[in-house]
């Protein structure tokens, strides 16, 4: 039974709060003034200003990551919304139930190809969301949105697009709302008895088992079963690879903690047994000459989205379900077991002496950021040093550490607003490269309008360091004549960038000066950023 009929965009909004979305995620134009207008005498929906939809996307994305719960952005017509769908790709990736509302112009003017108008917007859409619709009739309008917010949540959870068109929202007809308690349910799902039964076998018989924790063991808060199966197996643990790593899945301060999965790693190499949890198997960069898996080495395979299983590597054992339910399932089905030494690591090479360049180290910055931020929740957004700030912080919880897989740039910095405004009273520090910050520059705004206290650490190494590696990975003409087209985006002082939108920087090129600049923006109230000057020359992995 639903609530008594009232104007439709009243019915919207009422749809929104009462999934608990409070912030409404915004870059709006025309089409929106209805739902503008009604925003005015609200107090239970708060409109979030944006000054461009990736921003709104990146925020709303980053909330939900924290939260774990529905968040909405609302997107301006065909223009604004192929702003939006880059970082709509990272919460896709990162199953992040995100609603995005799209205004539209009325149905007259879409069918005369009117102003910012497109033929296909659900075909442009579709394949970054689990659904897509275009609302049809004003009256329908609640129930389509209803619905969207019940499909984001349910799990695999994941974005979904409503398109809704300017006549129907500033119709006076009152309309019927549902009541959203009513599609509420859980939705997570348990693997089968018998799957479970064969991976406890496996893992009861293996004397070399290794466990990868993904991505999903955190979102589904089930670290705690992760250690204590590891515990009870003697087990060591390693990350997933660092092409998917999105949030931590294992405290990396617990003994049993090994590092991060390479195909190449000394216990991956020694294993009878990999069993991966929650991770894709796996986030593939580019055509390798050596499969991700030691040829013959038996695989158990754990994921919520049955997709990902066997998708690209055979398995023993598929377990499909939520992690928390898995590691339940397994824990249960185990035989007590006397303890186990867990191997250790070989001491790692040391690294070779490179000449000076023409600013910082980036794993010296990274171990400097990782002391001067420990209790911080850190997002990752950084190409050329992703992977060492990775493997370097301290995450003794899934709220630790947030990146995106996506490979768009940009994302760090709204996300960070995101995720802080999810996590009050939690200090919040965004890790990003110069390229990140001039795709996601507009977040300067939003973090000054907000007055969040978020730390932008942006290393500076003048370069797309990233196509730099690709050149010196295809060893051709730019290899021998030391030329590199296409990365050089030296020029913007981003300091000075960032305090002319109201957040304050300053820029340092000593380790000193890092710490002392650390030092302040902890005691800071207000958002901060610190431009780093790194070394141009090193292109990273």
Not at 338 to 364: E, K, N, Q, T, Y
Not at 410 to 417: C, E, I, K, S, V
Not at 433 to 456: E, I, K, M, N
């Amino acid at each position: 039974m639903g609530t008594p009929p009232r104007p439709v965009v009243t019915a919207l909004l009422d749809v929104v709060r009462d999934w608990g979305a409070t912030r409404l995620f915004t870059c709006p134009g025309s089409t929106e003034a209805a739902v503008l207008d009604a925003l005015v005498d609200r107090r239970d929906v708060e409109l979030v200003l944006t000054t461009h939809e990736a921003v709104a996307v990146s925020m709303a994305d980053g909330l939900a990551r924290a939260t774990r719960r529905p968040s909405v952005a609302y997107l301006h017509a065909n223009v604004g919304l192929t702003n939006g769908l880059a970082n709509l790709v990272a919460a896709q990736l990162a199953y992040s139930p995100v609603v995005v509302l799209n205004g539209m112009k009325p149905a007259v003017v879409q069918s005369r190809r009117g102003f910012t108008t497109a033929p296909q917007m659900r075909e442009l859409v579709a394949q970054y969301v689990k659904s897509d619709w275009q609302s049809l009739r004003t009256e329908s309008v609640p129930e389509d949105v209803n619905r969207a917010f019940r499909t984001a949540v349910t799990e695999p959870a994941g974005p979904v697009w409503v398109g809704l068109s300017q006549d129907l929202l500033e119709s006076t007809a009152e309309v019927p709302v549902p009541d959203v308690a009513a599609f509420r349910f859980d939705s997570r799902t348990a693997p089968s008895a018998g799957a479970v039964q064969h991976a406890a076998a496996l893992l009861t018989s293996a004397e070399r088992p290794v466990l990868v924790a993904g991505t999903e063991v955190g979102r589904a808060d089930a670290v705690g079963g992760l250690v204590r199966l590891s515990e009870l197996l003697g087990a060591p643990v390693l990350h997933e690879d660092r092409r998917g790593f999105e949030r931590p899945g294992f405290p990396t301060d617990h003994p049993h903690f090994r590092g991060q999965y390479d195909v190449g790693h000394p216990l991956v190499q020694e294993a009878d047994l990999l069993v991966v949890l929650g991770a894709r198997m796996f986030n593939e960069f580019e055509r390798s000459s050596h499969p991700p898996v030691p040829p013959g080495l038996p695989v158990v395979h754990s994921h919520p989205d049955a997709r990902h299983v066997a998708s690209t590597y055979g398995v023993a054992v598929g377990l499909v379900g939520d992690q928390g339910l898995v590691l339940q399932a397994l824990l249960a089905a185990l035989p007590d077991a006397p303890p186990r030494i867990v191997p250790s690591l070989p001491p790692a090479p040391a690294r070779p002496a490179r000449p000076a360049g023409d600013g910082l180290r980036p794993a010296d910055v990274v171990g400097v950021l990782t002391e001067a931020l420990r209790g911080t929740a850190l997002v990752g957004d950084a190409t050329t040093a992703g992977g060492i700030l990775q493997q370097a912080a301290c995450q003794t919880g899934p709220d630790d550490y947030f990146g995106s897989t996506s490979g768009s740039l940009g994302w760090g910095m709204g996300a960070a607003l995101g995720i802080a405004m999810g996590m009050p009273g939690r200090r919040v520090a965004a890790v990003c490269g110069d390229g990140v910050f001039q795709f996601g520059l507009p977040a300067l705004w939003s973090a000054a309008r907000s007055g969040l206290p978020v730390t932008y650490v942006v290393l500076n190494n003048r370069r797309y360091a990233a196509v730099g590696a690709a050149l010196r990975r295809f060893g051709g003409r730019a290899v021998e004549e030391a030329t590199f087209p296409g990365v050089d985006i030296a020029g913007p002082r981003i300091a000075e960038i960032s305090t002319a939108f109201g957040v304050p920087g300053e820029r340092v090129d000593t380790l000193p000066a890092l710490r002392d600049s650390l030092d302040r923006a902890a005691r800071a109230d207000t958002p901060t950023l610190i431009e780093v000057m790194t070394d141009s020359a090193d292109f990273g992995p």
